[in-house]
């Protein structure tokens, strides 16, 4: 059940406020543009204009007219978004996802007490009877339309039934945190896709937040967050990252007596253990 504290989705999907667009932007210089997404916001395009969608957002309050995403979060999902502004280094940063020569460290807030670090190792494809057709399930290794996927949950601190989770990704696939959280028997906090019922997925885009959303989710998004990308593996020297967003913690602060500063901490010594410093004498290009 949502706490009654929690402030609610509008009705209406939100416009970006172009006064807030500056203050997402993490850097920005001539070949890149790196920006800390809101979990309210998608990334490509949408029907409601401009300023309903990271993309339209940038090119409108931006001005930057010519971008390429590296890689898309889904829209309840917040934390670093990557944007080249031009081919060559679009090109370049995609042959280096695709070669998985950049690293990803997510957090998430799963149900349920994690006991020890997991590796999931199952593969991900359609679930067809979810009626939903973006929907992802683990499936027998081989399934036609299926692709292989691990991912490795590292917990961090368990508190008041929920788990705060470092993860690693060890493959790309799509909802594949989501997913695999879901399958292991702790589900991303919030998850209106894989969380207790799919269907509260397809309210929620076809009426906002209702009272059965309030009656089945404790939180009012997928608590998933990127918190660093880093391309020194990709020999570019970036380490990226996104601050542990305000609505994250105040449902940690309220449901698990974890303050902000303290997840903080955690998260930090993560990123630090999972994506450390090239050894040194490594070439880094840039």
Not at 42 to 61: Q, Y
Request: contains cysteine.
């Amino acid at each position: 059940m949502t706490h009654a504290d929690e402030p609610l989705p509008p009705t209406i999907p939100p416009l970006v406020n172009p006064a807030d667009l500056p203050g997402w932007v993490l850097l920005s210089d001539e070949r890149l543009l790196v920006l800390d997404k809101p979990g309210w916001l998608v990334v490509h395009p949408s029907k409601n204009g401009p300023w309903s969608s990271l993309a339209g957002a940038v090119r409108e309050g931006l001005g930057i007219e010519t971008i390429r995403f590296v890689y898309r979060l889904d829209r309840e999902t917040s934390g670093v978004v990557l944007l080249a502004k031009d081919e060559a280094t679009g090109r370049r940063l995609g042959k280096a996802v695709l070669a998985r020569r950049i690293g990803k460290a997510y957090v998430t807030i799963l149900e349920g007490e994690l006991p020890g670090p997991v590796t999931v190792d199952q593969w991900l494809g359609p679930d067809l009877t979810a009626g939903v057709s973006v929907k992802q399930q683990v499936v027998p290794a081989g399934t036609a339309g299926a692709q292989a996927a691990t991912t490795v949950f590292h917990p961090l601190v368990v508190r008041g039934g929920c788990t705060l989770a470092g993860v690693e990704l060890v493959t790309g696939r799509k909802h594949q945190i989501r997913a695999h959280a879901a399958w292991l028997g702790h589900r991303v906090v919030g998850d209106k896709l894989y969380g207790p019922d799919p269907r509260l997925y397809l309210e929620f885009a076809e009426q906002g937040w209702t009272a059965r959303h309030s009656a089945l989710l404790r939180f009012t998004r997928q608590a998933l967050h990127c918190a660093a990308i880093d391309l020194r593996p990709a020999r570019m020297d970036y380490l990226l990252r996104a601050p542990w967003p305000a609505d994250l913690a105040r449902f940690a602060a309220r449901e698990m007596s974890l303050p902000a500063v303290e997840a903080e901490a955690l998260i930090d010594a993560f990123i630090a253990e999972k994506l450390p410093a090239p050894p040194a004498g490594q070439p880094i290009e840039w």
